[in-house]
């Protein structure tokens, strides 16, 4: 009865990543991804999938307690009065569930469907961090690391040399005996450095709507580059007409009324580079989201020999996105766009709406740099 469960569970679970991969588009924009989350585990919303229910049988003559029921009919209704009155509906209700998927699983997803090729990372120094590795089976264990497979053919030898097992009847019951479970034991493993930076411009011209599709961006492709460096760390700044270093709530949150100069943001961030991260020991990347006005020629000009001088020749990958505002679009894009539109390790992305969230993402890591 265990191993049936077990393997309807998983057949569930192939059935739930199928439907994510089908939506993958339409669940991308939705900031509902990003509700439940914990270190290792997000909860997703699946109203797709309709649950089962109990329905009276409708050849049965009795009814829920006493008097004739009917197919559908509600058990334990209150009394008039009470909360909850309203007039009946026609229109079936939505079946909202919540399917708990690991990161490494959402980023073989968005990998899969955005057919992204696998990063391959740079730099000579490595750290060292310990994993464990399951290789063994022992006959005690945690029942999330039970091996099915070895459980099934224990109590498969069990019954034939019993003689319970029966040909015409080829049903397997494993008992406690049979049960078999993984046994791993912690191993060093050596691990490629990488640091991500978010740069955001915090004008009064990004609001809330811009800065939420910046957050569900950001959450896709922290989940992508984790996959491949476990150990990745994450920095944020933001700027208005001056950039500062923040934590992620306030980078989400904060809000300014004033200009913006970009390169303030770029100064900082190559600062900072020089300072910690040295080319040869780190693999690094940096997303800046702007709307893409700039405080004139002067600043745009001071960015443009930052990032060539001082932040291009030392990290991976730098990515650009310019947000689609209510207040009017910015020519930073169109800037960046002239002067390094056959930058190898620079990438860049207009982003409409949140329905540009999914081919943005592609831009972005779809050079596997």
């Known amino acids: 009865m265990a191993l049936g469960i077990e393997s309807d569970h998983n057949r ?16 991308i924009k939705h900031s509902d991804m990003l509700g439940k989350k914990g270190k290792d585990i997000v909860s997703i ?3 797709q999938i309709e649950l089962p229910r109990f329905r009276h049988n409708p050849q049965s003559g009795g009814g829920v307690g006493q008097g004739d029921g009917e197919e559908g009919t509600p058990i334990g209704q209150g009394d008039e009065g009470q909360e909850g009155k309203g007039k009946a509906g026609n229109q079936p209700g939505a079946h909202l569930m919540e399917v708990e998927l690991t990161i490494d699983e959402l980023a073989d997803i968005l990998g899969e469907e955005l057919q ?3 990063i391959q990372p740079r730099g000579k120094q490595k750290i060292e961090s310990l994993r464990t590795r399951y290789r063994s089976i022992s006959r005690i264990g945690p029942e999330s690391l039970r091996h099915f497979k070895r459980t099934y053919k224990e109590a498969l030898k069990r019954q034939i040399a019993s003689g319970t097992y029966r040909l015409d009847n080829p049903v397997i019951i494993p008992v406690k005996e049979d049960i078999r479970y993984k046994s791993g ?27 939420d599709i910046v957050r569900i961006e950001s959450f896709w492709i922290d989940a992508w580059l984790r996959k491949h460096y476990p150990g990745l760390e994450t920095r944020y700044i933001v700027h208005d007409v001056a ?5 992620r709530e306030a980078f989400f949150s904060l809000r300014e009324s004033g200009g913006t100069m970009i ?6 961030l190559a600062d900072i580079l020089e300072k910690t991260y040295s080319a040869d020991e780190w693999n690094i990347y940096a997303f800046h989201f702007s709307d893409g006005e700039n405080w004139g020629n002067d600043d745009n000009k001071v960015c443009l020999e930052t990032l060539s001088g001082r932040i291009l020749n030392k990290i991976n990958l730098f990515c650009y996105g310019q ?10 894009i169109k800037i960046l766009e002239e002067h390094f539109g056959d930058t190898e390790n620079i990438s860049l992305s207009f982003i409409q709406d949140r329905d540009a969230i999914y081919d943005s993402i592609k831009t ?3 050079k596997g740099r």
């Open 185 to 211: 034991k912690p191993m060093r493993t050596l691990e490629s450095n990488a640091v991500i930076f978010y740069l955001m411009d915090i004008s009064g011209s990004m609001g809330d709507e811009q800065k």
């Open 12 to 27: 569930f679970r192939k059935i739930v990543k199928g439907k994510i991969r089908e939506n993958l588009r339409k669940f």
């Open 243 to 247: 950039a500062r270093e923040v934590d």
């Open 263 to 268: 390169s303030s943001a770029y100064i900082l």
């Open 45 to 47: 919303p699946l109203p």
């Open 116 to 118: 992204l090729p696998r």
């Open 323 to 332: 947000v689609a505002s209510h207040y009017g679009e910015g020519d930073f």
């Open 364 to 366: 972005f890591l779809g």
